[in-house]
């Protein structure tokens, strides 16, 4: 996808390379059985299962592009393709304003639609999903000429402020972190630090839903940290492939570390691997459960610290979490907290 950009005109985007598109219309000796043909970061899961496709793949990787434009990354990054193909098949799509906490809310609804696992759940249309992502950014549609579809219509929040999104990505500034064992460490900058916005949304159900945690790999956190030795360095490597694990939130307090026999320490979200967090205490962190069923993250004592969002949090104090705040620990582990609304009958 280029875009021309040229002074007195519109910008325009111009499609090209469409060598995928006529292999796949091709003989059909030209792939294997099995084999798969087309781009992993923008692969709809059908795509990646072999069953039948039609324009929704399109518009699941239309919705891909959407994201990378908004956010400046890639909507599963992954270190190999294995890995990203696995995450369009079976892992739910990250929300926007989780890096982009200024954009309305309604555009993670759009998205998660367009983005949906079955074909079925996404819109009718490219065009319907370009007009209801429109709608929730705040643009007019881009043809004048069509009506607003019903899909839009539902994806549009109860009260918008009148804001222009720009599709440009926030700037990185990287920091250092010194690993293991160092007293203090700034801010990490790179990550996105600021909490999320309360979505324009209607209010959700007065059920509280569920609380998920997500443990990930973050591969700009790790090259924003510094090891405190050369010794430390030789032993922190970021790893090839990190399985994405969900930890379902309940009880009153949620220990997150590395398991110890010996110690007797068995935390409820255990870092152990494999691979390996070096950097990652016995007992790192701890979840708190509030009255209102919301959580919070304290640092537990451990060697290296958490950051919240890209803040460092002091060591005993509470930082009360939203749906889609990051906790940063260790030399890469992330952990995203997730809260799934139950959906109104």
Same mark, same amino acid.
């Given at each position: 996808?280029?875009?021309?950009?040229?002074?007195?005109?519109?910008?325009?985007?111009? %499609?090209? $390379?469409?060598?995928?598109?006529?292999?796949?219309?091709?003989?059909?000796?030209?792939?294997?059985?099995?084999?798969?043909?087309? &781009?992993? +970061?923008?692969?709809?899961?059908?795509? &990646?299962?072999?069953?039948?496709?039609?324009?929704?793949?399109?518009?699941?990787?239309?919705?891909?592009?959407?994201?990378?434009?908004?956010?400046?990354?890639?909507?599963? @990054?992954?270190?190999?393709?294995?890995?990203?193909?696995?995450?369009?098949?079976?892992?739910?799509?990250?929300?926007?304003?989780?890096?982009?906490?200024?954009?309305?809310?309604?555009?993670?609804?759009?998205?998660?639609?367009?983005?949906?696992?079955? *074909?079925?759940?996404?819109?009718?249309?490219?065009?319907?999903?370009?007009?209801?992502?429109?709608?929730?950014?705040?643009?007019?549609?881009? +043809? %004048?000429?069509?009506?607003?579809?019903?899909?839009?219509?539902?994806?549009?929040?109860?009260?918008?402020?009148?804001?222009?999104?720009?599709?440009?990505?926030?700037? $990185?500034?990287?920091?250092?972190? %010194?690993?293991?064992?160092?007293?203090?460490?700034?801010?990490?900058?790179?990550?996105?630090?600021?909490?999320?916005?309360?979505?324009?949304?209607?209010?959700?159900?007065?059920?509280?839903?569920?609380?998920?945690?997500?443990?990930?790999? +973050?591969?700009?956190?790790?090259?924003?940290?510094?090891?405190?030795?050369?010794?430390?360095?030789?032993?922190?490597?970021?790893?090839?492939?990190?399985?994405?694990?969900?930890? @379902?939130?309940?009880?009153? !307090?949620?220990?997150?570390?590395?398991?110890?026999?010996?110690?007797?320490?068995?935390?409820?979200?255990?870092? &152990?691997?494999?691979?390996? +967090?070096?950097?990652?205490?016995?007992?790192?962190?701890?979840?708190?459960?509030?009255?209102?069923?919301?959580?919070?993250?304290?640092?537990?004592?451990?060697?290296?610290?958490?950051?919240?969002?890209?803040?460092?949090? *002091?060591?005993? !104090?509470?930082?009360?979490?939203?749906?889609?705040?990051?906790?940063?620990?260790?030399?890469?582990?992330?952990?995203?907290?997730?809260?799934?609304?139950?959906?109104?009958?």
């Amino acid at each position: 996808m280029l875009v021309d950009v040229g002074p007195g005109r519109p910008e325009h985007v111009y %499609l090209s $390379d469409f060598g995928v598109a006529r292999g796949m219309l091709s003989s059909d000796g030209l792939t294997g059985a099995g084999q798969f043909l087309g &781009t992993p +970061d923008y692969a709809a899961p059908e795509q &990646t299962g072999g069953r039948d496709l039609d324009c929704r793949a399109d518009q699941y990787a239309l919705a891909c592009v959407a994201y990378t434009l908004l956010s400046g990354s890639v909507l599963f @990054r992954r270190e190999v393709p294995m890995a990203v193909l696995y995450a369009h098949m079976s892992v739910p799509p990250p929300r926007l304003t989780a890096v982009r906490p200024e954009l309305p809310g309604a555009v993670n609804q759009v998205l998660a639609r367009a983005l949906s696992k079955e *074909p079925e759940d996404r819109y009718d249309s490219c065009g319907d999903f370009a007009d209801a992502l429109r709608e929730a950014l705040g643009l007019e549609l881009y +043809d %004048l000429s069509r009506p607003a579809s019903a899909g839009a219509a539902a994806a549009q929040p109860a009260s918008r402020a009148a804001e222009t999104a720009t599709l440009t990505a926030p700037p $990185d500034s990287p920091p250092t972190k %010194l690993l293991p064992g160092s007293p203090s460490h700034p801010s990490l900058a790179s990550v996105p630090s600021p909490p999320l916005a309360s979505p324009a949304a209607p209010s959700p159900p007065a059920e509280p839903g569920t609380w998920t945690a997500v443990v990930a790999a +973050d591969r700009a956190y790790y090259e924003s940290v510094q090891a405190a030795s050369d010794q430390d360095a030789a032993s922190i490597v970021f790893p090839a492939f990190v399985p994405e694990r969900r930890f @379902r939130l309940s009880g009153a !307090e949620i220990r997150i570390g590395r398991r110890s026999v010996s110690r007797h320490i068995e935390p409820e979200i255990d870092l &152990t691997g494999p691979p390996p +967090d070096p950097a990652v205490s016995r007992l790192h962190a701890k979840l708190i459960a509030g009255p209102d069923r919301n959580w919070s993250v304290v640092d537990a004592g451990s060697d290296n610290g958490i950051a919240v969002n890209g803040k460092d949090v *002091p060591p005993g !104090e509470a930082v009360p979490l939203r749906d889609g705040d990051r906790i940063h620990l260790g030399a890469w582990t992330v952990i995203t907290i997730v809260r799934d609304w139950p959906r109104p009958e």
